[in-house]
């Protein structure tokens, strides 16, 4: 089970950590664009929106090559969108503050979740083998207990095959 | 004079009768008064009865075009095709409620008359629950949103359907969500049933199974068709937005999936009870929000094409209904405590817990992802977005995670497995799935994620495989059967399980289509003139003109985009533009050339009659035609799992679970 624990910590660690941010890279267009959400109300990114003359998306991806042209980082580029026009326009939220708890809070779950799994496995299994061992023929007949054990396995897993 | 609409009439009716059978069947079946029970059961086939007249009425009246009824001048029109006059049914509000309504009332009267001799301690409490539900959905209805008002005028001709939702998915996708939707209702009566009146065996889950699949299917169903349908008509190059109503129909199939493996634990082993309840319930809670969702506006989503002020009634009943669900679990937790046992952790009742926890973790990730923005706005009273690249990254590797569980769940030993019948299941599935990468690697592919992706598609296909062929040279050798015989004969044989393998393997697909699509798609956004040529991955494609045309309904402007490959012309593709004249709307119909499972996707953005130019916006799709095929491959397992089995079979096989059971629980 530690596998599975640690496991599911580093896969939350790799993917709750935003890559992008901060990076040295030139920012890109389709990166920017994919980065803001159209004001249109279509609920897609600047990238995605296709309404024909979209009054929010054509502006938008006019003013994103501005921004580029002037020389800006792609930290600086997305901070003047979101003074211009709110957090909102942001198509996924930030890594600061409270919206920290929108990216953690479902690997915290999930990580809350496994952990609960490990308490109750290791604990069936505990129940599973106080039982088998506090077997009274155990000590004294341990042989055929086991001989009888291992032909039920046998048994069960060609049911279980067919 | 204003005449009466039998509809209207029919549904007051209905209101009263689901009324009173809620009543006599909870006084019934509390009482042991048979006949009170049969009588709740009487007045739930004739509420029925009426909301089939009801819905039957709404229907005539938008066929024959009586536009002084408000819904038909809403949303149909005297030019709007036929097929398109009958699914405007569920285009509107009040019509897709009186169609869910109809669909549960149905579904009811079907439960009904298949127990009229059986589970009949249970039956009262069914019906108590499916009436109750039907009663809500009656009161909105008759008090909140009647499909049967009348205008005090008769206009010469009506509003018309939204034109995006004309497009032949419009007559299955909302149908099927809706059979999905509703089908959990069923599952849900049962187990509140089981609840009260106490009897916490797995009969209530035996008796829902079959419900419990046919629900699920559409669920599976509905979702794909939806994601079909916006690749083809929003044009956007893509099929899945992460809109909150694409969300709400997502979690749902995400704890109904998740039921429908830890279920066989229970049936197995008698294991996690409580667990199997509080899926059941968290999966009838979650597609009563989904149709908050999208009834109420409350999250901005592309489906608000019907939202009004219906959100307070929904979100009373969904308290209402998970206080009631909650408190009765609760209350028979005692009841509920199983003998919990695990041989090992290495076993695959512990994979299918891990299963488990995944399908909440990511139904919780779309959950939280959805609702974010309103909490934001609660808490720090700034508006943000919660958009596709959220949801992308944090359940993508949660996805993956899905898949790998998918390829090594099934294949792992019921209570205990060896370290030798590991390797013995594992051994090629995984040198498969590390050819996949070498391969994919020689091949130049470098992107990780998509690395990982297909190895792990490779490596599931690989024990599936490996499943049916080990099964059917087993029975070969054992029987002398052919090996396609044996093949068929083991599927025949095992329902469940090789559908369940079928299943899986559909699930591949889709994952191909999604990697593909997400890692390798290419796109070009360009402007050209008459006679001008781009390229895009293999192709070149060349604008050679626009044709205009008119029709009563809409105007067309269509492009001609002459595909080459290699300097010969393979293809010609019509993008176009229409504008519909009532309501005054425009949309964009996108031209697709489809060559193994890769799409070429093209659509005609705008044209400018001055410069004689056309904005084109081109994209190749990478597998995308894996996710039809997989929602076919999916329906067929599904089909093969719920298949009914011959009647001395399934004693048989009745017989032979039992005496497994024993033997596990002894």
């Not at chain 2, 006059?85 to 149905?106: D, E, H, K, N, R």
Request: glycine content about 8%; aromatic content about 12%.
């Amino acid at each position: 089970m530690r596998w599975l624990s640690a496991a599911l910590c580093g896969v939350a660690l790799l993917v709750a950590a935003p890559s992008s941010y901060g990076s040295a890279r030139p920012p890109s267009i389709q990166d920017l664009e994919e980065s803001l959400t159209c004001q249109c109300g279509c609920g897609l990114t600047v990238h995605s929106c296709n309404h024909v003359d979209c009054s929010s998306a054509i502006p938008l991806r006019k003013e994103i090559r501005e921004q580029l042209e002037a020389g800006k980082s792609r930290e600086q580029i997305l901070r003047h969108f979101v003074e211009k026009y709110g957090e909102k326009i942001l198509s996924a939220p930030t890594f600061q503050g409270f919206n920290v708890l929108a990216w953690t809070t479902p690997f915290l779950m999930l990580a809350l979740g496994g952990l609960g799994l490990v308490v109750i496995l290791r604990r069936w299994g505990r129940q599973e083998r106080n039982r088998s061992s506090a077997g009274p023929l155990e000590s004294t007949r341990s042989t055929l207990v086991e001989r009888y054990q291992r032909k039920l396995e046998d048994e069960l897993k060609r049911f279980e095959e067919v | 004079m204003q005449n009466i609409d039998v509809g209207a009439v029919a549904l007051s009716v209905a209101w009263l009768l689901a009324l009173y059978g809620l009543v006599v069947s909870l006084w019934g079946g509390w009482g042991r008064r048979e006949e009170l029970v049969r009588s709740g059961e009487h007045a739930l086939l004739a509420m029925w009865a009426l909301v089939t007249i009801a819905t039957a009425d709404l229907v005539h009246g938008l066929v024959s075009r009586d536009f002084n009824l408000e819904y038909v001048a809403q949303y149909s029109s005297s030019t709007l095709p036929l097929h398109y006059t009958v699914a405007a049914l569920w285009g509107g509000q009040a019509g897709s409620l009186l169609f869910w309504l109809l669909i549960l009332c149905s579904m009811s009267a079907v439960l009904v008359l298949q127990n009229r001799t059986a589970n009949r301690v249970l039956m009262p409490f069914v019906s108590a629950t499916l009436l109750g539900v039907a009663l809500f959905f009656l009161s909105l209805l008759n008090f909140v949103t009647p499909p049967f008002d009348r205008l005090p005028f008769t206009p010469g001709e009506g509003r018309d359907l939204n034109p995006l939702l004309q497009n032949y998915w419009m007559t299955i996708h909302p149908p099927s969500l809706y059979l999905g939707y509703v089908g959990c209702s069923v599952p849900f009566a049962f187990a509140l049933a089981a609840l009260i009146t106490g009897r916490l065996d797995d009969h209530w889950i035996r008796s829902t199974r079959r419900w419990t699949l046919f629900a699920w299917f559409f669920l599976s169903l509905g979702n794909l068709f939806g994601a079909l349908w916006a690749y083809r008509v929003l044009g956007w190059g893509g099929y899945w937005a992460w809109d909150p109503v694409e969300n709400a129909a997502l979690m749902p199939w995400l704890t109904c999936t998740a039921f429908l493996h830890s279920v066989m634990i229970q049936e197995k082993k008698n294991m996690l009870k409580v667990w199997n309840m509080a899926l059941v319930i968290l999966t009838f809670l979650l597609t009563i929000f989904g149709t908050f969702l999208t009834r109420s506006g409350v999250i901005s989503s592309v489906h608000s094409f019907t939202q009004s002020g219906l959100g307070p009634f929904f979100i009373a009943f969904l308290l209402l209904a998970a206080a009631l669900s909650v408190g009765l679990l609760l209350y028979r937790l005692p009841l509920l405590r199983s003998e919990n046992e695990l041989d090992s952790i290495l076993s695959r009742e512990a994979a299918f817990l891990v299963n488990n926890l995944v399908f909440v973790a990511i139904a919780f990730a779309v959950f939280w992802g959805t609702i974010f923005p309103v909490i934001s706005e609660a808490v720090r009273g700034v508006k943000i977005t919660v958009g596709p690249p959220f949801f992308n990254r944090v359940n993508a590797p949660l996805g993956l995670l899905l898949l790998f569980l998918m390829g090594v769940g099934p294949l792992i030993a019921w209570r205990r497995a060896s370290w030798s019948s590991l390797r013995r299941s594992f051994q090629w599935p995984a040198v498969v799935g590390a050819g996949c990468v070498a391969a994919l690697l020689a091949m130049g592919v470098w992107h990780a994620w998509a690395l990982v992706s297909f190895s792990l598609c490779a490596f599931v296909t690989a024990t599936i495989v490996q499943e049916f062929w080990r099964g059917a040279r087993a029975r070969q050798s054992i029987v002398g059967e052919s090996f396609g015989q044996a093949l068929a004969r083991l599927v025949g044989k095992n329902r469940r399980r090789y559908g369940g393998y079928i299943v899986h393997l559909g699930v591949v697909l889709v994952f191909l289509a999604i990697t593909g699509t997400s890692a390798f798609r290419i796109e070009q956004q360009v402007v050209v003139k008459r006679g001008e040529a781009f390229r895009i991955g293999d192709y070149q494609l060349r604008f050679d003109g626009v044709r205009a045309w008119q029709t009563d309904h809409s105007a067309h402007l269509a492009a001609d985009i002459a595909v080459l490959r290699d300097g010969r012309m393979v293809d010609v593709l019509h993008p176009e533009k229409r504008l519909y004249k009532k309501p005054e709307q425009p949309a964009t119909e996108v031209a697709i050339r489809s060559r193994w499972g890769t799409d070429l996707y093209v659509v005609l953005g705008s044209f400018d009659e001055k410069s004689g130019s056309a904005t084109i916006l081109a994209y190749i799709n990478p597998l995308i035609g894996m996710l039809a095929w997989g929602g076919l491959v999916l329906a067929a397992g599904t089909l093969i799992t719920i298949w009914p089995q011959r009647r001395a079979r399934a004693v048989e096989s009745w017989a032979a679970e039992h005496r497994g059971q024993r033997s596990a629980e002894g």
